[in-house]
């Protein structure tokens, strides 16, 4: 069994930075994608970012520039580095990561969810 567990979430103000972290355990053999993806009220869930094992990352068009993901595979974790927050950017923040078991067999998994909200 695989836990996500994320933190760093919290109230900031406009034009600040915030850094979430998830950090996976349990019965890990490796990690493939890693990725963040946020969902406000009454909107769906979008993927904001997210980072193959390789290194190659993507990120929604709206976060560009501001949002920086990274992974330390060691340390089975994935950091959202978010700069220059605006206020569209408060929603719950949730890390996914696709994750190989000791048998090799690969699930999705799921962070709790971490709010962000951010003031103007």
């Known amino acids: 069994q695989v836990q996500l567990v994320e933190s760093g979430g919290g109230l900031v103000q406009a034009g600040g930075p915030l850094r979430l972290s998830c950090v996976a355990s349990?019965?890990?053999?490796?990690?493939?994608?890693m990725g963040w993806y946020r969902q406000a009220p009454g909107k769906q869930r979008e993927l904001v970012a997210v980072?193959?094992?390789?290194?190659?990352?993507n990120y929604a068009d709206s976060v560009k520039g501001r949002f920086t993901i990274s992974r330390d595979n060691a340390k089975n974790t994935v950091y959202l580095q978010m700069n220059s927050l605006q206020p569209g950017d408060t929603a719950v923040y949730y890390c996914?990561?696709?994750?190989?078991?000791?048998?090799?067999?690969?699930?999705?998994?799921w962070g709790q969810g971490t709010q962000v909200t951010v003031s103007s």
């Open positions: 349990g019965s890990i053999f490796s990690i493939d994608d």
């Open positions: 996914n990561m696709e994750v190989y078991d000791d048998n090799h067999y690969l699930n999705a998994y």
């Open positions: 980072v193959l094992y390789g290194g190659i990352t």
